[in-house]
């Protein structure tokens, strides 16, 4: 059974910075291809960073520069760095993951990974 879990989110200012991780079990993150995505109020889940098993990243072009995708294979765990932190990053933030295999242009489609955490919460004051 496939479950991935994210740590607590957080509350912090704009310009500030926070880390998600995401503990895997039932699937070996070095294999899949994973990913965060993100839901504020009244929007649709959107896809934000995702790294593939060769360890190539894509972004979403709103938080390139400021966001970092990362995974360490030992814990099977994925992660988040979120630097300068904007209002509008206000959201649920999910990690999920798959065993497909994605081209680097859909790899942020959120209908094409189908293991899933419960979500995150991050909210960004200015």
């Known amino acids: 059974q496939v479950q991935l879990v994210e740590s607590v989110g957080g509350s912090v200012q704009a310009g500030g910075s926070l880390r998600l991780s995401c503990a895997a079990s039932?699937?070996?993150?070095?294999?899949?291809?994973s990913g965060w995505f993100r839901q504020a109020p009244g929007k649709e889940r959107e896809g934000v960073a995702a790294?593939?098993?060769?360890?190539?990243?894509t972004y979403a072009d709103s938080v390139k520069g400021r966001f970092t995708i990362s995974q360490d294979n030992a814990k099977n765990a994925l992660y988040l760095q979120m630097n300068s932190l904007k209002p509008e990053d206000t959201a649920m933030y999910y990690c999920?993951?798959?065993?497909?295999?994605?081209?680097?242009?859909?790899?942020?489609?959120?209908?094409?990974?189908?293991?899933w955490g419960q979500g995150t919460q991050v909210t960004v004051s200015s």
């Open positions: 999920a993951a798959t065993l497909g295999s994605l081209s680097p242009r859909v790899m942020l489609r959120r209908t094409l990974y189908n293991y």
């Open positions: 790294i593939n098993p060769d360890g190539s990243t």
């Open positions: 039932g699937v070996t993150i070095s294999r899949a291809y």
